[in-house]
């Protein structure tokens, strides 16, 4: 299934949340696992993919850091838009398998970690890429001080979001706005306003 806004990246998603939730929760054996982000192309993430695609310079030859992949969705953008290499970081291990099926499925190889990367920046990453993760406060902070001493340190952070309740406004500058279509089933409407912003 192609995300309505980066028809040219297939990528195996769930129509409903509910269900594969609960399907992860049988095949697992466990309660209470994390809701599966990564069956989904948020409005940030599609926003980010479709950006990176169209402007493929910015990323190109480049080491490309994709904080808090998901589904893996910008990572195998930025690989299409010619960079040199990508890391596509989440601490959900389903989601770093999801990066490794949807990759394969566009003829791209992307590595992944599991690692926790918010305490430090491994190795230096010219690009960084950040797709909806300021849905919670925690998070917000964390992800806000990551990404501005990566910019710091001379990284171009690239953010895709719809402005959710934790976007530290007036930090950052809009590259790019787009009409992002969207499941009512995760959204509050059908197509959600979603910029993307640039940093550094």
Avoid at 70 to 89: H, N, P
Avoid at 168 to 178: I, V, W
Wanted: hydrophobic share 50%; proline share 6%; aromatic share 8%.
């Amino acid at each position: 299934m192609a995300p309505p806004l980066v028809p040219e990246i297939r990528l195996h998603l769930a129509e409903e949340s509910l269900p594969i939730w609960q399907k992860t929760e049988d095949e697992l054996g466990e309660m209470n696992v994390p809701p599966p982000y990564w069956a989904f192309a948020w409005a940030g993430g599609q926003a980010l993919a479709r950006y990176i695609l169209d402007q493929p310079a910015l990323l190109a030859g480049k080491r490309v850091l994709d904080l808090g992949s998901g589904s893996g969705l910008t990572a195998i953008a930025a690989m299409k838009a010619g960079a040199a290499e990508v890391l596509a970081s989440d601490i959900d291990r389903m989601a770093l398998a999801a990066v490794h099926l949807n990759a394969a499925l566009n003829g791209v190889v992307v590595s992944t970690t599991a690692e926790d990367l918010l305490a430090h920046l491994p190795a230096p990453y010219r690009v960084v890429l950040v797709g909806d993760l300021f849905y919670e406060r925690s998070l917000a902070e964390l992800v806000t001080r990551f990404i501005e001493q990566a910019a710091a340190d001379g990284a171009l952070v690239l953010i895709g979001d719809p402005q959710r309740n934790y976007f530290p406004k007036g930090r950052f500058t809009a590259a790019a706005e787009y009409r992002v279509p969207v499941t009512r089933e995760l959204e509050d409407a059908e197509i959600k306003r979603t910029c993307v912003w640039r940093l550094g």
